[in-house]
């Protein structure tokens, strides 16, 4: 059974930072593209950040230079740092696997900034 446990998410003042973490029970990790998603309430879930499995990277405009996703294949794991956070990025942050027809997800964690 497939399962990706995110972890990190809190509160935090505007202009602050959180490391959002993702451990993923896939058999052979490394062979998925990983992505960070979000949720803000009455939003669409959107897509934030991607890692695929070669490392190439990729992020939406509005976290480009502030947030940071990242893998460690040792461990099963990948990373979302955020820094400069605003209040615009609170939302509920879902981890994301994908291979082929392969589409896992997390259960989220909520991500608060105050202003």
């Known amino acids: 059974q497939v399962q990706l446990v995110e972890s990190g998410g809190g509160l935090v003042q505007f202009g602050g930072s959180l490391r959002l973490s993702c451990a993923a029970s896939?058999?052979?990790?490394?062979?998925?593209?990983m992505n960070w998603y979000r949720q803000a309430p009455g939003k669409q879930r959107g897509l934030v950040a991607t890692?695929?499995?070669?490392?190439?990277?990729n992020y939406a405009d509005s976290v480009k230079g502030r947030f940071t996703i990242a893998r460690d294949n040792t461990k099963n794991t990948v990373y979302l740092q955020m820094n400069s956070l605003k209040p615009e990025d609170t939302a509920v942050y879902y981890c994301?696997?994908?291979?082929?027809?392969?589409?896992?997800w997390g259960q989220g964690t909520q991500v608060t900034v105050s202003s």
């Open positions: 994301n696997a994908r291979r082929g027809r392969g589409d896992f």
């Open positions: 896939l058999s052979i990790f490394s062979s998925y593209d």
């Open positions: 890692i695929t499995s070669g490392g190439s990277t």
